[in-house]
């Protein structure tokens, strides 16, 4: 499965950006092979349609969550038709180390 995190730089020290249409990087991450992916957000500087436009950028990766500290209004139905599950992280101290390590925590408790 392949999760998009929101993040502040490209390593594994940033952290969670709490902006989705507007985030510094999204990190791809696959739990399966365990492939990072760092993405500069070039929407970050939109006037309008950050967030739309960047739903697809993530949506041409595949991915089947997003992780991130918030979404726009806009950005709930348009993931909904795309099949792609929203999760809000209220935690902006949080890494991206960190939550790769939760996300592998879960896979393999699922998987077993």
């Known amino acids: 499965m392949k999760v998009a995190i929101t993040s502040t730089g490209n390593s594994l020290g940033s952290h969670l950006d709490q902006r ?7 990190v791809i991450y696959d739990t399966e092979t365990k492939a990072l992916e760092y993405i500069p957000n070039p ?3 939109a006037l309008e349609g950050a967030g739309p436009a960047s739903v697809q950028l993530v949506a041409s990766r595949n991915v089947n ?6 979404f726009g ?7 909904d038709s795309l099949k792609i599950q929203m ?7 949080k ?3 960190d939550i790769i ?6 896979s393999q408790t699922h998987s077993k």
């Open 20 to 26: 989705f249409g507007r985030c510094d990087f999204f």
């Open 65 to 70: 969550k997003i992780i991130s500290g918030e």
């Open 87 to 93: 999760i809000i992280f209220k935690e902006p101290d």
């Open 73 to 79: 209004i806009k950005i709930k139905s348009l993931l």
């Open 95 to 97: 890494k991206i180390k």
């Open 101 to 106: 390590d939760i996300l592998n925590n879960t």
């Open 43 to 45: 929407n970050k500087e």
